[in-house]
Structures are given as structure tokens and as C-alpha cells.
């Protein structure tokens, strides 16, 4: 009669959490609660737990995960609650702990933990053992091989990608023999490909609606669109790659742009960046772009302030910009649209103090992203960002600045993508007393003035032998800078260009400067490579994965 009892109560219960009335469960559940009772303290703690009283939550799991190991719903929803709470270290003790062949999902969860947490060894190791059990998860396959190649287990990547070759289902898929193919070629050090490229970042043309005084393409006294022959190039490409990026000048002056994007979108795989400084965005693209699958539409945005906007966005007016934003916003959410949108600073000494604004504005407008990118000149009176020109007093108040926008981005569920370069090295060489640091400072701003030259020094001292060519971006993509020209990546400032607009494209990836390049970081020489990604102020992921 009482089991009968508790049975009504748990069912009337669980009829409240589904209608979200978890206060009402709670006290009905209240009165039996009792730790040996594992069905009624379960449902009180996944109350708990959906209320995000996750401390209580907790405790009640804990006691629960003791007494009843081995029942997985109670290990799934105190993993989440450890999860959701940052409390990493426990996540992590517990899943592994716990793992065992009835709940193989959570290995999965430890291996993006980890890769998270850029432990690629240990994220492979439970990727590889997850495999184990599941043979056709092939997006886990294609992430572990690239992981394998990552951290130059070369043996494992040519292993897992010859297997995955011969499954039924890749066979049928040019996207993923294309990639397996790849990943083969980049294993066996191979510098003439069978596999194509994965990655395009194509300057459509130099055409622009503006003139930022800090962008290359003011240099250009002709105007140019990529010819028809490129155009087919990447078409015929498109089954193959897994990222695109569209950019300019401005895409929305490409008139053949919008054939290009519909094209990409039949691809399932495909992503596709569109960078745009926003200005062009009527209502005819808006209601195309929030239509697709798997778009990342990043808008770039120096400054909230309005004399400031239109003197480093010159041409523009800052009133279109937001015009432009409040209709995208409103579209966006009236049509559920699943597009991720970009806000792109290029952060100078002019806007680094508003950044704390800006994330509000980020977040006034929806923002899933922002992206912090440092202004680079090489040949223009605009000043590089860097550190070299900063009392120890304002670089400690940057820092803290960071520490703020992150954390009101994360409260905000805003992604921040930093690839400014790390402010603490240069803060620690201030303790090495003022004299040495007057003089490190000069020396370095006369070379160049950028922060490359320390890092290079410490870097070198501490390099490890290299198992691994220091970027893999030339077996996987072809990249146009916005001079038209072709380069296995647009961030290379060395002039190894592979072809000009006008020739033929079928052999441009497996051109002889293109051969050379990839022989040239098989044999860790880096006479090709760039400053940047030498000292890696470009990050390994970005030289060596293909979506990070
Ligand atoms: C060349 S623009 C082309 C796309 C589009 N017109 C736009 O402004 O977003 C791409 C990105 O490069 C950034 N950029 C331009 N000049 C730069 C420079 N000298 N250093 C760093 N980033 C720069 C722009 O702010 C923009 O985010
Ligand atoms: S940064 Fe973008 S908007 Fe500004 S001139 Fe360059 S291409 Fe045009």
C-alpha cells in the first residue's frame, strides 16, 4: 500500500517537471525523501539540479553515487551538475572513475574535456577507446586521426586513417575520403597530394564600400574580383572542404557572391565565415543569410562610439551600422535562426579601453562571438598593437580589463576568440628590475616594433626537437590575400605566392612552390614561414587543425 503510495507521488511528480513546475515537485517529494529510496532522492536531485541549485544537487548526488555506483542517470546528472558549476577536476575524477562498457558516452565527454583543455594526448587516448566500442562514429574518428597528426603520433594517424578508408561509409563520401586521404598524406609526409585542399579563405575581390586607413586593400589602385576561372576552381572544390571563408574588400560588391554561397550551402559538412563590415547588409541577404545551415556571419566593428567608428571605418555612417544590426537581430529571432554571429575588433590603442562596452553592445545585439584581433601594420602611420609602448601600469590595468570582458562575456554566454598576444610575459619582465627593461623595451621597438622579438628569444631557448612540421595549412588549404594573390595561408607575410589570378588552377596545389613548401616544413626548415607563427603568436591549433 505504501510502495502504491509512492508510485502515485513519483509519477504526479515527475507530470510537474515536465510542465516545469519544479517547486511543486519538490514539496510533494519532500516528505519521502530517504537516501535508501534511489528512485525519489534521484528525482529530488534532478529538481534540485533543474532549479540550479546545483550545490544541493551535489551533495544529494554524491551520497547517491556512493550507495548506487554503478546507476548511470545519477552519474549523468552529477557529471553535468560538476560540469555546469566549473568544477572540472571532480567532472573528470568522476567520469573516469565511473567508466565502464554500459556507459561508453561518458568517455566521449572526458575526450572533449580534455581536448578542451588542449590535453590532446589524454583526449585521444579516450577518443581511441570510444572508438573502440564505436566503430561507425565517424566524426570521432576524423577528430582523433587529426588529434594523432596533431601531436605527431603518426604511426596512430596512418593506422586509423587506412581503416576508416575502407569503411563502407566513407567509400561513398567524398567529403570524408577526401579528409582520411588527407590526414593519410600528412602522416606519410607526402608533398605531392592526391587528397584536396579541406580549407578556402577567398578574397572575392578588392572592391570596397569603404577606405579604413589600416587595410591593405587602399594600396590597390585597380580593382579586381577573383576571375571565372578561380570562381569554377571553387566550386569544383566544395565537396571537399569543410571551411570556407568569404571576404574582401567587400563580399556584398562580388556580384557573383551570392551563386558562390548558395553553392556552398548544399554542402552538409561545409562551413561558411562570411567577414563583411555590415554596411552592405539589406534585406535581401539578411533573409538568405539566416536561412543557412552552418554560417558564422562575423561583422567587423572597431568602435561603439560614433566619431570614432567613422574615422576607422571611413565611408561609413555608424547609424546604417546599427540600422543594419537591429534588423538582423529582429530577423534572426523571429525565424529562430541557428547562424552564429561574429563581432571582430581589431583592437588598437584607440579602442582597447572601450572594450568592456563593447561586450555590452555585443550583448545588446546578440552577439555569439567575439573575436579580438590585434591591428597589424607593416607600411602605414597607424600604430601596431603591442605591448612595447606601456608602462607596467597600464599593461596591469589591460590585464585586468581582460580578466572583466572575459568573465562578463562568459556570464553572458558570449564566445571570446583572443589572439591578441599574451600580455604576461611581458608584465614579468618587469621584475627583472627597470634598467634591464628600459633597455629590452628599445631594443625591441627598434626591431620592428612588434612583440615577436621576445617571444622569439624565449622560445628558441626552450624549443623542444619538433616531431611534427611547425603548420600543417599547406596540405590542407589554399588562401587568396586581399591582393588577389594565392598563398597556402593569407597570415603568411613572406611572398611564396603559388599562382596569379589569371593561371591555371588545377595545378596549383600541387604546384612546384607548393611542393616546396611543404618539403621546406617536413625538414623543420622555416625559412618560408612567418615571424608570427615561428614564434607562436599564431597558435598551434590554428596551424595544425582544420576547425578549431
Ligand atoms: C580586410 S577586411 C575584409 C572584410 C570586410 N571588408 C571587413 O572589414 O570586415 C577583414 C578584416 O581585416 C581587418 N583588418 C584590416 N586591416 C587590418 C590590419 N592592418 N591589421 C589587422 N586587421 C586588419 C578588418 O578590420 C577586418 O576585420
Ligand atoms: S577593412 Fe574591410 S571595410 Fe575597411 S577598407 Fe578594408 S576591406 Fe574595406
Redo the contacts with the bound molecule.
Keep these: 500500500m505504501v510502495e502504491i503510495k509512492k508510485e502515485i507521488i513519483i509519477e504526479n511528480a515527475k507530470q510537474h517537471i515536465s510542465e516545469g513546475k519544479y517547486d511543486v515537485a519538490l514539496d510533494m517529494l519532500l516528505p519521502i525523501l530517504n537516501i535508501e529510496d534511489l528512485a525519489v532522492s534521484f528525482e529530488y536531485a534532478k529538481i534540485l539540479y533543474f532549479l540550479k541549485k546545483h550545490n544541493e544537487a551535489i551533495e544529494l548526488l554524491k551520497k547517491l553515487n556512493n550507495k548506487y555506483p554503478n546507476d548511470n542517470n545519477v552519474l549523468d546528472i552529477l557529471s553535468k551538475s560538476y560540469k555546469e558549476t566549473g568544477r572540472i577536476e571532480e567532472f573528470v575524477n568522476l567520469l573516469e572513475k565511473s567508466l565502464n562498457e554500459t556507459n561508453i558516452e561518458f568517455c566521449l565527454e572526458l575526450a572533449n574535456e580534455y581536448y578542451l583543455e588542449k590535453n590532446y594526448e589524454t583526449s585521444a587516448k579516450f577518443y581511441n577507446r570510444y572508438l573502440n566500442s564505436k566503430k561507425d562514429a565517424l566524426p570521432v574518428a576524423s577528430k582523433l586521426v587529426q588529434i594523432y597528426n596533431f601531436i605527431g603520433q603518426r604511426n596512430k594517424a596512418i593506422e586509423i586513417s587506412s581503416e576508416y578508408l575502407e569503411h563502407i561509409e566513407v567509400k561513398g563520401n567524398k567529403f570524408l575520403s577526401n579528409l582520411f586521404l588527407n590526414e593519410l598524406e600528412i602522416a606519410q609526409e607526402k608533398t605531392i597530394l592526391q587528397s584536396n585542399p579541406r580549407i578556402m579563405l577567398v578574397a572575392l575581390t578588392n572592391r570596397?564600400n569603404l577606405k579604413?586607413p589600416?587595410?591593405?586593400?587602399r594600396e590597390e589602385s585597380n580593382c579586381w574580383d577573383i576571375s571565372e576561372d578561380f570562381k569554377e576552381y571553387i566550386i569544383k572544390n566544395l565537396p571537399n572542404l569543410e571551411l570556407i571563408t568569404w571576404?574582401?574588400?567587400?563580399v556584398f560588391l562580388y556580384k557573383g557572391f551570392e551563386n558562390l554561397f548558395l553553392e556552398a550551402s548544399k554542402n552538409k559538412y561545409l562551413k561558411q565565415i562570411i567577414?563583411?563590415?555590415g554596411l552592405l547588409l539589406n534585406e535581401h541577404w539578411v533573409k538568405l543569410l539566416i536561412k543557412a545551415s552552418y554560417l558564422d556571419l562575423t561583422i567587423?566593428i572597431?568602435s561603439i562610439e560614433k566619431n570614432a567608428y567613422e574615422t576607422i571605418r571611413l565611408g561609413a555612417k555608424f547609424e546604417v551600422l546599427l540600422a543594419n544590426l537591429k534588423y538582423l537581430k529582429l530577423v534572426r529571432q523571429e525565424n529562430k535562426s541557428n547562424i552564429t554571429l561574429t563581432m571582430?575588433i581589431?583592437i588598437s590603442d584607440e579602442n582597447v579601453y572601450s572594450l568592456e562596452q563593447m561586450v555590452d553592445f555585443a550583448i545588446e545585439y546578440r552577439f555569439d562571438i567575439i573575436v579580438l584581433?590585434p591591428?597589424?601594420?607593416e607600411q602605414h602611420s597607424f600604430t601596431k598593437y603591442n605591448y612595447f609602448n606601456k608602462s607596467k601600469e597600464e599593461l596591469m590595468k589591460l590585464k585586468e580589463l581582460k580578466i572583466k570582458v572575459l568573465e562578463k562575456s562568459r556570464k553572458n554566454n558570449i564566445k571570446i576568440i583572443d589572439t591578441l598576444p599574451d600580455i604576461n610575459p611581458i608584465l614579468d619582465s618587469f621584475d627583472i628590475g627597470n634598467e634591464n627593461i628600459d633597455e629590452t623595451n628599445a631594443n625591441m621597438a627598434d626591431e620592428n616594433n612588434t612583440c615577436c622579438q621576445k617571444d622569439e628569444i624565449k622560445i628558441h631557448e626552450e624549443v623542444e626537437p619538433l616531431k611534427m612540421p611547425l603548420c600543417l595549412r599547406p596540405w590542407r588549404q589554399i588562401a587568396t590575400t586581399?591582393h588577389g594573390k594565392i598563398r597556402p595561408e593569407c597570415l603568411c607575410l613572406k611572398n611564396v605566392d603559388l599562382a596569379y589570378q589569371c593561371e591555371d588552377f588545377s595545378s596549383i596545389w600541387n604546384s612546384e612552390n607548393m611542393q616546396e613548401y611543404r618539403r621546406k616544413l617536413i625538414n623543420f626548415d622555416q625559412a618560408w614561414c612567418c615571424k608570427e607563427c615561428i614564434n607562436n603568436i599564431v597558435s598551434d591549433e590554428h596551424k595544425k587543425f582544420v576547425c578549431v
Excluded: F, H, P
Design positions: 570596397c579604413c589600416m587595410c591593405a586593400t571576404q574582401g574588400g567587400e567577414i563583411t563590415n567587423s572597431d571582430r581589431t584581433s591591428l597589424d601594420i586581399v
